[in-house]
């Protein structure tokens, strides 16, 4: 039951992630906006959702809570950044493929969560499915391409993937509790992107727009949170990810991203292999 229970949890951010910089990028704004926007509406929800259902804090909660948002802060900020540069169609499926890397390379060598032959096997073509997929979603010509923003949006992917494993990771390594953690790390969120975009003058129309988004992320973070105790990081992650094909192909149809047919016939291959991926990780749980 439990099982299920955190399948069902995972797919929360699957829908309300893979929308979010779609939903992020109609709003309007800049990097710095968007941003401090989406850690607004994150410390509301936390807020609220703190009174509704107090949780018991302790010293290293909050520490680790504190810590994870800021690791989220600067993931989102240079993911942000890399979409400005490359588009969402290119940036978010290189983003999630980075992501899926490094949350599993943890959850396999740090917490043993694959720790038969069998699990290892499956795991293994699961991942090997699952960056296809991604390198496939994200293939495009080199024509008109301009190469110095495709090199600065894969050094920003680089920091905003660090960013994310610790936001990731942290939380899993101390065993703190979803709920307990959900105000902790808002807080620190909001504290590490107004820092980073204060010389920015954030505080305008689009990061008011922007709380939008910041409660669908906090409602995805929920679920993500709940679901890792349940069925571990490496499922957990890997399979809320797969909104992947939510953001890639609403970047195209939704936000105009050009793509040619043989890049579309790519890219719907690619999708398929990711949620393929994704299933085939979720029985790596036994």
Same mark, same amino acid.
């Given at each position: 039951?439990?099982?299920?229970?955190?399948?069902?949890?995972?797919?929360?951010?699957?829908?309300?992630? &893979?929308?979010?910089?779609?939903? +992020?990028?109609?709003?309007?704004?800049?990097?710095?906006?968007?941003?401090?926007?989406?850690?607004?509406?994150?410390?509301?929800?936390?807020?609220?959702?703190?009174?509704?259902?107090?949780?018991?804090?302790?010293?290293?909660?909050?520490?680790?809570?504190?810590?994870?948002?800021?690791?989220?802060?600067?993931?989102?900020?240079?993911?942000?950044?890399?979409?400005?540069?490359?588009?969402?169609?290119?940036?978010?499926?290189? +983003?999630? &493929?980075?992501?899926?890397?490094?949350?599993?390379?943890?959850?396999?060598?740090?917490?043993?969560?694959?720790?038969?032959?069998?699990?290892?096997?499956?795991?293994?073509?699961?991942?090997?499915?699952?960056?296809?997929?991604?390198?496939?979603?994200?293939?495009?010509? +080199?024509?008109?391409?301009?190469?110095?923003?495709?090199?600065?949006?894969?050094?920003?992917?680089?920091?905003?993937?660090? &960013?994310?494993?610790?936001?990731?990771?942290?939380?899993?390594?101390?065993?703190?509790?979803?709920?307990?953690?959900?105000?902790?790390?808002?807080?620190?969120?909001?504290?590490?992107?107004?820092?980073?975009?204060?010389?920015?003058?954030?505080?305008?129309?689009?990061?008011?727009?922007?709380?939008?988004?910041?409660?669908?992320?906090?409602?995805?973070?929920? &679920?993500?949170?709940?679901?890792?105790?349940?069925?571990?990081?490496?499922?957990?992650?890997?399979?809320?990810?797969?909104?992947?094909?939510?953001?890639?192909?609403?970047?195209?149809?939704?936000?105009?991203?050009?793509?040619?047919?043989?890049?579309?016939?790519?890219?719907?291959?690619?999708?398929?292999?990711?949620?393929?991926?994704?299933?085939?990780?979720?029985?790596?749980?036994?």
């Amino acid at each position: 039951m439990d099982f299920v229970e955190g399948f069902l949890y995972a797919l929360i951010p699957a829908l309300t992630w &893979g929308s979010l910089v779609l939903v +992020s990028e109609k709003l309007g704004g800049n990097s710095y906006n968007q941003t401090l926007g989406i850690t607004i509406g994150s410390l509301l929800f936390a807020i609220v959702m703190s009174v509704i259902n107090p949780p018991e804090w302790t010293s290293l909660i909050w520490i680790v809570g504190i810590i994870s948002g800021i690791g989220w802060a600067f993931g989102q900020l240079f993911q942000f950044n890399s979409v400005k540069e490359m588009g969402v169609s290119k940036t978010v499926p290189i +983003s999630t &493929g980075l992501q899926i890397l490094g949350n599993t390379f943890f959850a396999v060598i740090v917490f043993k969560e694959w720790n038969t032959t069998s699990t290892i096997i499956l795991g293994v073509i699961a991942i090997i499915f699952l960056i296809a997929g991604v390198l496939l979603t994200s293939y495009g010509d +080199s024509k008109g391409k301009n190469e110095g923003s495709m090199k600065k949006g894969i050094l920003y992917l680089i920091v905003s993937t660090l &960013g994310f494993v610790t936001y990731v990771i942290v939380v899993r390594w101390f065993d703190i509790d979803g709920w307990s953690a959900i105000l902790p790390q808002a807080i620190g969120m909001f504290i590490a992107a107004f820092l980073l975009s204060i010389k920015h003058k954030p505080f305008n129309k689009y990061a008011g727009r922007n709380i939008l988004t910041g409660i669908m992320w906090a409602t995805g973070n929920i &679920g993500l949170l709940l679901a890792n105790p349940k069925v571990g990081v490496a499922i957990a992650f890997s399979f809320s990810q797969m909104g992947i094909v939510i953001s890639t192909l609403g970047g195209i149809f939704l936000l105009g991203e050009k793509k040619s047919k043989k890049q579309m016939t790519y890219v719907i291959i690619g999708c398929i292999l990711v949620i393929a991926g994704g299933v085939m990780i979720g029985f790596t749980k036994e």
